[in-house]
């Protein structure tokens, strides 16, 4: 704020604050204006030396650079003149900012601060001077009447000089502002005039020393060009030569090395995610002769899954994403792969489908082992081997997969999942006879094999019993037991949907009871815990058996399952063996063997056998009933499931021999007959590779002996050698 003197003339008590004020806001801006300035100055200052010495380091790296190799094809004079020009370059810089300290920063402090402490001293000699008029001028008017003429004249020249010097005072005060004033308006102003032609002078030379290099930076480029085009066909050659004396490495043979086992095919095929979002999740295949590995792409290589080569089955599957899929399937395990070309995917369909046959061949050729049987049997054996079952052909053979799968899916509720609706489900829960889809049948898996078995209806070879336990319960049968009773926590929007839409397209759907139509409720597609969802339905349907009749529950006697087991009526049968997982006093009704020994006298398809043994029924004497009541479903059932054959074969053909015996006697007969023969080759197949194993250690072992003796036979003759040339240089010396 500036003022004139002019205002000066009169005194009043504005006039007074509006100078305190004026000295105030004019001596807090200039300090502030030159606090910012110095601040700013001293930051340009610290960050200049910090690039002036990163500058400084980076000119000697080229400088040591230059002179590093003369064979390298780089013109160094260049660089050395450019790490030149980058020193002088950064004590110019140096330069610089002496100079802008000493010109602006450190002069233009100083000159600030003597001014605000100048206009400071003259507003406190104000308002001294001020108070000492004020004092006068009381002293003055308290004069009373009485006061002589001498006092009043004293008391008048008292207050006509502190007039005067408060007067003179107010002078001061506005010189100083003003001063303040011009300092502001002209002298920052010329330094800053200074700074700006220091720097212009600073990049006008930096600019003079680099463009001098730009002719020496052109033919420089030209030259590093022509030399790496002549690198590059010189490591060409070398690399080629190379190639020449190099082995040839497939990528098979670097994963066999790696791996350290035989590898047939490697490559890399896109996953198809099994969540809600779905997606294409990239691996990296490696198929062995005797599996199919997959692989996650990461740093520590880990498998993701593997494949059984023996139960593979690959088939293209090919859809409007991916054009060149294929599923690839096992009794455990669905995974849809694809790969980038219709070649790659026909080359890994051949190549799965010949590990998959190989493997076959070579569990035929180790069938082959077992000791000779009659030409007539050797087939029926081989089977019976291979499939661990008790079925012999013209006795006990099973349906016809075709006319069983028609069967099977014509039983009522069948065509839809038993959990959550999904059509033409492909695989079962034997030990419930229920049919289910892939993804339930993961969830049936995760229940563990006590609680649910599964099995697919078109990969694996179900025996006669199997066969017809499927055929006698079906999805709507079973629940009708099973989810007689479902909470409503499990009868979501979702699920509902699902129920709904189970009866749509099937011919045996009831749309006035969804439970007839075979179709649970535990659907949740489309949801995003769809997987916990489903779990959670089939742990309480399966292994607690929650949603059962509880009425039906409370009324579970023995003898009531024994007369369902005399009616057949599969219902009682399938809720007892679900309850009996949660309630301890079913579990006995079901598993200490009396219940099955009635179903093998009783049964005559062996279903109900079938059932009680894949749920963990005791089979003691169970066999015996079969042969005294001449049950041959029932009896290759028990021999299915491994049960101890004691002297029962021996029973059977004696009472086949019997005048007064039945076919299904006989049927028993050669049941138990071909069980034995077959037990009696596993013996003698085991005998042998057991013998086998015996003499291939013995081998080993001897070769381990002969290698040691001929290593140390080599060591003897090198020492013996040694000598021989130390004793020729004693004697030559």
């Known amino acids: 704020m500036k003022l004139e003197r002019d205002t000066v003339a009169f005194d009043s008590s504005f006039f007074r604050a509006m100078v305190a004020s004026a000295v105030r806001r004019n001596v807090n801006e200039t300090d502030a204006f030159v606090s910012e300035a110095v601040r700013a100055h001293e930051k340009y200052s ?80 104000a308002e001294k001077s001020m108070k000492e008029n004020d004092d006068a001028r009381a002293k003055l008017h308290s004069l009373k009447r009485e006061a002589t003429d001498e006092e009043r004249s004293l008391r008048m020249s008292e207050f006509d000089a502190t007039t005067v010097a408060w007067q003179n005072a107010r002078f001061e005060v506005v010189d100083e502002l003003n001063a303040l004033d011009v300092q502001q308006r002209f002298d920052c102003v010329e330094g800053l005039a200074a700074v700006v032609y220091s720097h212009v002078a600073f990049f006008e030379h930096a600019y003079k020393l680099m463009s001098a290099l730009e002719p020496r930076v052109k033919e420089l480029v030209t030259k590093v060009k022509h030399e790496r085009e002549a690198a590059t066909a010189t490591q060409a050659q070398l690399l080629s030569a ?37 997606g294409w999740q990239l691996r990296y295949a490696v198929l062995h002769p005797d599996r199919f590995d997959l692989y996650r792409m990461s740093k520590d290589f880990v498998r993701m899954s593997s494949f059984p080569a023996m139960l593979l089955r690959a088939t293209a599957r090919p859809n409007e994403s991916r054009p060149n899929a294929f599923e690839l399937t096992t009794p455990n395990e669905q995974v849809l792969v694809a790969v980038g070309d219709d070649t790659d995917m026909h080359a890994w369909l051949d190549a799965l489908a010949q590990c998959t046959a190989q493997q076959l061949e070579r569990q035929r050729s180790d069938e082959a082992l077992v000791a000779p049987l009659d030409d007539a049997d050797d087939s029926s054996v081989a089977m019976l081997t291979r499939k661990s079952t008790a079925v012999v052909e013209n006795v006990i053979a099973p349906l016809d997969k075709e006319d069983f799968l028609q069967r099977v899916r014509a039983v009522k509720g069948n065509k839809r999942c038993v959990d959550c609706g999904a059509k033409d489900p492909t695989w079962c829960s034997l030990n419930h ?44 049968r079973a629940n009708r037991v099973l989810e007689a009773d479902v909470p409503s926590s499990f009868l979501s929007s979702s699920s509902s949907a699902a129920v709904n839409s189970c009866s749509d397209g099937d011919d045996d759907a009831n749309t006035d009871n969804n439970a007839d139509d075979g179709a649970g409720v535990g659907g949740t597609r489309g949801t995003a815990d769809e997987r916990v969802a489903r779990e959670r339905f089939a742990k309480a349907k399966y292994a607690v058996g929650s949603f059962c009749d509880r009425r039906m529950a409370k009324r579970i006697t023995r003898e009531r399952l024994q007369e369902a087991v005399e009616n057949g009526d599969v219902g009682w049968l399938l809720l007892a063996l679900v309850r009996a997982r949660a309630d301890e006093s079913v579990a006995p009704m079901v598993h200490d063997g009396t219940l099955l020994r009635q179903a093998v006298a009783c049964s005559d398809d062996g279903a109900m056998v079938e059932l009680l043994l894949l749920n963990n029924a005791a089979a003691d004497c169970a066999l015996g009933v079969a042969v005294q009541h001449a049950r041959p479903e029932a009896a290759a059932a028990l021999v299915e499931h491994r049960v101890p054959l004691g002297d029962e074969p021996a029973v059977a053909v004696a009472r086949a021999a019997s005048a007064d015996a039945s076919e299904d006697a006989q049927r028993v007969a050669d049941v138990l007959a071909a069980a034995q023969r077959i037990a009696a080759a596993k013996e003698q197949l085991e005998r042998e590779r057991s013998q086998r194993r015996a003499d291939a250690e013995a081998a080993e072992a001897e070769r381990v002996r002969a290698e040691a003796a001929a290593a140390a036979a080599a060591a003897a003759a090198d020492e013996a050698a040694a000598e021989r040339r130390r004793k020729l240089g004693q004697a030559w010396q």
Request: aromatic share 6%; hydrophobic share 40%.
């Open 46 to 125: 610290k960050t200049a030396e910090q690039h002036s010495a990163a500058a400084s380091r980076f000119a000697s790296a080229v400088a040591e650079h230059a002179t590093y190799d003369s064979d390298v094809a780089v013109d160094n004079g260049v660089l050395e003149e450019f790490a030149n020009a980058m020193t002088q370059i950064s004590s110019l810089r140096t330069k610089l900012f002496t100079q802008t300290e000493n010109n602006f920063a450190r002069p233009f402090a100083e000159l600030s601060s003597k001014a605000s402490e100048g206009a400071r001293k003259a507003q406190k000699a």
């Open 242 to 278: 190379r190639m020449d004396n190099f082995p040839n490495v497939t990528a098979e043979s670097a994963a066999a090395s790696q791996l350290g086992e035989p590898v047939t095919k490697v490559g890399y095929l896109y996953e198809q995610s099994t969540g809600v979002i779905g």
């Open 433 to 476: 006879g229920v049919l289910v889809c892939v993804q339930c049948s993961g969830v049936h898996r995760s229940l563990s094999t006590a609680v649910s078995k599964v099995f697919s209806l078109t990969l694996d070879d179900l025996s006669l019993a199997a066969q017809r336990a499927l055929l006698s319960v079906g999805n709507a």
